[in-house]
């Protein structure tokens, strides 16, 4: 039996160790690096080929690669908190690393360069609104008249909402979207899930967590936020329904709110062709429950 070579022992441990690349993933990013006479690349569709070799590269190897969105202007405040040159590779590398832990990343998985960059930006995008929704829930503080920690508890009365509003949906694949205005933006959430009479409900856990933060929000700062779900079935329409949140509370649309949300364009406020195959129908009423939110938030 031949005994494993000191090569081949280090090619097995290369296997064990998990890789993250840094991507620039929009010209103006890429752009802002060409300041630094460390950075190689002065061509962004070049510089996506040669990142798009390196991970065909790392796959081939057999281990783990992650890509993270690199982001200029965070790695030069990096950079100045932690007093490291920003014009060597060895500091772009020391950030890379801690993108791999806490930043917007992916996993590679052998997808072309036009599918991973869409991905990884929104995934950044998702991130951004899950990170404000959730620094809002904190700034509520306690009610004044209760006691009680207002972003706690809209997170607690969020999740229960969205469980009530999947229950009364029933089976197929749903997917939710929930818009809540925002002092400095409009916060968007979308969550897939699938029901089944027979299983529990499959649900992404960040997607859900995300969701259910944004949703938060809107009931503890009690912005005019709203609902829309989308349930699809194998052989049947589409169903598409809406509500409006008011109080911490999920009100119905009606069916011609529910029409005109979808068939009015939303800047310009033109009609639009309604979708075939598709039903707009009144969001449905859920139940009220003894510990739903307070008066006084």
């Avoid at 995934?123 to 009610?143: K, P």
């Amino acid at each position: 039996m031949n005994q494993p070579t000191t090569t081949s022992l280090r090619r097995a441990l290369r296997r064990e160790v998990p890789s993250t690349v840094g991507l620039l993933a929009d010209a103006h990013d890429f752009t802002a690096m060409r300041r630094y006479a460390t950075f190689p690349f002065d061509d962004h569709p070049a510089y996506l080929r040669q990142v798009e070799g390196l991970l065909k590269a790392l796959a081939t190897q057999g281990g783990h690669t992650t890509v993270a969105l690199f982001d200029p202007e965070e790695y030069a405040q990096y950079c100045e908190d932690t007093g490291i040159d920003p014009n060597r590779p060895a500091s772009r590398s020391r950030y890379t690393a801690e993108l791999a832990a806490d930043g917007a990343r992916v996993t590679y998985t052998g997808q072309p360069m036009t599918a991973l960059v869409p991905t990884l930006v929104d995934t950044a995008v998702r991130r951004a609104t899950w990170e404000y929704a959730t620094t809002l829930l904190t700034d509520t503080g306690d009610c004044a008249a209760c006691g009680q920690d207002i972003g706690r508890a809209a997170f607690a009365h969020a999740s229960r909402l969205l469980m009530r509003l999947l229950e009364a949906a029933g089976p197929g694949t749903h997917h939710l979207v929930c818009s809540v205005p925002a002092a400095d933006e409009q916060l968007l959430a979308a969550l897939h899930a699938t029901c089944d009479d027979d299983r529990p409900i499959e649900l992404d856990s960040d997607e859900t967590a995300e969701f259910v933060t944004v949703l938060a929000a809107g009931i503890a700062l009690e912005s005019p936020g709203g609902v829309v779900l989308r349930t699809t079935n194998p052989g049947a329409r589409d169903r598409l329904h809406g509500w409006r949140l008011t109080h911490g509370s999920l009100i119905p649309l009606t069916e011609a709110e529910v029409f005109s949300a979808y068939c009015t364009d939303a800047r310009t406020g033109e009609p639009l062709s309604p979708e075939p195959h598709v039903d707009y129908r009144a969001g449905f009423d859920l139940t009220p429950e003894a510990d739903d939110w307070p008066t006084h938030p």
